[in-house]
């Protein structure tokens, strides 16, 4: 089975996939990973991120070691991402790389997980569930705060809303594949859940839901 989970940063999307994963034995991709590892390589080359063809040459050049830097989850990498992602080819790029990983899941697994912006519209319009995660801004950037603080990074609570709020613009307001709940995509908003509360919530989505829909 293919599980498809989208929403803005911090919604939870990525403590949900963890517990859906090992739950129902799949494989995941944090897709979001993909994008942050390319504006890492931009990074550590000294490229502008507005230049389109260094960074469609890094997508191309596109290494999966990248997505385990330790350099990967910090602020400036998720904005230097969002930017990025606003390149219709450096998404073309990662396209093959999340189809391949999202229908050929390894021997003794169930199937894939992927999270990320434009997994139910665009990667795997076929996936068998579908959970847009969201939660209220202030909820998010609070959660983001913490996270960033457990990882000694310097941050504070006004400027990780106003990244927040820049970043959901940008998501959602790009030409290609933009941040959007898929119509027929199930709504999980984690604002007063808890993370044990989400992962039960989608559980009971998906037991609720016939598996296979009409495959492409
Ligand atoms: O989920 P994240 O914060 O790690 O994602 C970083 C950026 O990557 C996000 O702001 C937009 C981009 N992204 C995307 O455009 N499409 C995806 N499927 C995943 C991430």
Redesign the pocket.
């Known amino acids: 089975m293919i599980v498809a989970i989208?929403g803005?940063?911090?919604s939870g999307?990525?403590t949900l996939v963890k517990k859906l994963a090992e739950y129902y034995n799949l494989e995941a991709l944090?897709?979001?990973?993909?994008?942050?590892a390319v504006?890492l390589s931009m990074v550590i080359s000294g490229d502008e991120l507005q230049d389109h063809n260094k960074a469609l040459q890094h997508s191309l050049n596109f290494d999966f070691r990248l997505t385990q830097s330790p350099d990967?989850?910090t602020a400036e990498?998720?904005?230097a991402?969002?930017k990025?992602?606003?390149f219709q080819d450096v998404?073309k790029a990662?396209f093959s790389f999340?189809r391949k990983f999202a229908t050929n899941p390894p021997a003794g697994k169930s199937g894939t997980i992927?999270?990320?912006?434009?997994?139910a519209t665009?990667?795997c319009p076929e996936a068998d569930y579908k959970i847009f995660v969201t939660a209220q801004i202030e909820i998010r950037a609070k959660r983001r705060l913490k996270e960033l603080i457990e990882r000694n990074q310097p941050a504070i609570y006004a400027s990780v809303l106003n990244e927040l709020r820049d970043?959901d613009v940008?998501?959602s307001t790009?030409k290609s594949?933009p941040?959007q709940q898929s119509i027929d995509a199930f709504t999980l908003d984690t604002t007063h859940l808890t993370a044990d509360q989400a992962f039960k919530t989608a559980q009971k989505y998906i037991a609720s839901e016939p598996i296979n829909r009409q495959r492409i």
Do not use: E, F, M
């Open positions: 989208d803005p940063a911090a999307k990525g944090d897709t979001g990973s993909l994008y942050r504006a990967l989850r990498i998720g904005v991402a969002s990025i992602a606003l998404r990662l999340q992927l999270d990320g912006r434009d997994i665009v990667v970043r940008r998501d790009r594949a941040l």
